[in-house]
């Protein structure tokens, strides 16, 4: 537990940004833990994404994730997690009008999507196809023009689950459909390229 809580903090996401008057595209890695919910394991995740800002509220992200459960000392125990998604994108600082009542160092980002992910059990050779709903939220502090600080906390649901996360099936006879849940946690820098900064998080 201490070694999760050490990378969650440690955690950092590297964004690129290019952009015009109107749109803002970006390209995002981040690292962290994914904490399958109610469940005990060992875990990392990783992640990369390309972001456009349609405009200064709205905007469409494109998301892969990668996450790994393991026990220590326990052989061909857990998972491999890879997932697929496409995510609208809100500046729910702007949408809600925070930014008229504080500070503009600090943003506040929403996003939610559906995506595919494939389970591969280290105990079993099948392959675990799902589909996933995902919503996530993202607050920023502006550092420099060119430089802000983010957390994010990313809620998933994995539907139509065969492989439990410890890399058991479940029993057909005796159990439910599963839907599986995981917390992704990650923290990291933004870097924004551009004559326009960081003005389509910002302005």
């Known amino acids: 537990m201490k070694k999760t809580i050490t990378l969650c903090m440690l955690a950092l996401s590297f964004c690129a940004f290019s ?3 109107s749109d803002q595209y970006s390209l995002e890695a981040g690292y962290g833990a994914s904490i399958p919910v109610a469940r005990f394991s060992d ?19 494109f998301d892969f994730g990668s996450d790994k459960f393991r026990k220590d000392n326990v052989p061909n125990y857990g998972s491999d997690y890879t997932r697929f998604s496409v995510q609208a994108v809100n500046n729910l600082a702007r949408t809600l009008n925070l930014k008229n009542h504080s500070d ?10 559906l995506g595919y992910a494939n389970i591969k059990s280290m105990r079993y050779p099948a392959k675990d196809n799902v589909g996933l709903i995902m919503l996530g939220i993202t607050p920023q502090v502006r550092i420099t023009d060119w430089v802000a600080f ?10 139509s689950q065969d492989y439990d996360f410890n890399g058991e099936r479940y ?10 849940k995981l917390l992704n946690l990650s923290a ?8 326009n900064k960081g003005d389509a998080d910002w302005r």
């Open 19 to 21: 952009q015009n008057k």
């Open 43 to 61: 875990y990392s995740h990783y992640e990369f994404a390309f972001r456009y800002m349609i405009d200064e509220s709205w905007g469409i992200k």
């Open 104 to 113: 503009t160092r600090f943003n506040l980002l929403a996003h939610a999507g």
């Open 150 to 159: 983010h957390l994010d906390a990313t809620y998933i649901m994995n539907f």
């Open 171 to 180: 029993s057909k006879e005796t159990d439910p459909p599963s839907v599986g």
């Open 188 to 195: 990291g820098l933004t870097f924004y390229l551009g004559k």
